[in-house]
């Protein structure tokens, strides 16, 4: 998070994107020690897929991508990773009405 701040500050832009975080709680309550008052989360811009779809493209894109972690076990595993860990915090903020989904 640390990271996160001071490439914020450095840039000196006022809106920002953050791609991927916070990925759990603990990221989120790490988010919210550094950061405190000084960045408002305005809402979570979710991609909403079902598993299924996820992994064909994934597979697809394993075709040229040369990722090893391109696999059907490795897809398997980020799926549940991110419904466990993942999807309380985005739950979260659901419930405070800062959700704006995107059917994909």
């Keep these: 998070v640390?990271?996160?701040k001071k490439a914020m500050a450095a840039s000196g832009a006022q809106l920002?994107?953050?791609?991927g975080f916070p990925r759990n709680?603990?990221?989120l309550q790490g988010w919210h020690k550094v950061m405190g008052d000084e960045a408002e989360v305005e809402f979570v811009l979710f991609y909403d897929t079902d598993e299924a779809r996820m992994e064909q493209r994934i597979l697809k894109r394993s075709e040229t991508s040369g990722?090893?972690?391109d696999n059907?076990?490795?897809i398997k595993k980020r799926f549940r990773t991110f419904v466990e860990?993942?999807?309380p915090v985005v739950d979260v903020y659901a419930k405070q009405g800062r959700?704006?989904?995107i059917s994909s």
């Design 2 to 4: 640390n990271l996160i």
């Design 16 to 19: 920002f994107l953050v791609d």
């Design 25 to 27: 709680f603990d990221n």
């Design 67 to 69: 990722r090893t972690d």
């Design 72 to 74: 059907l076990a490795t």
């Design 85 to 87: 860990s993942t999807m």
């Design 99 to 101: 959700v704006r989904r």
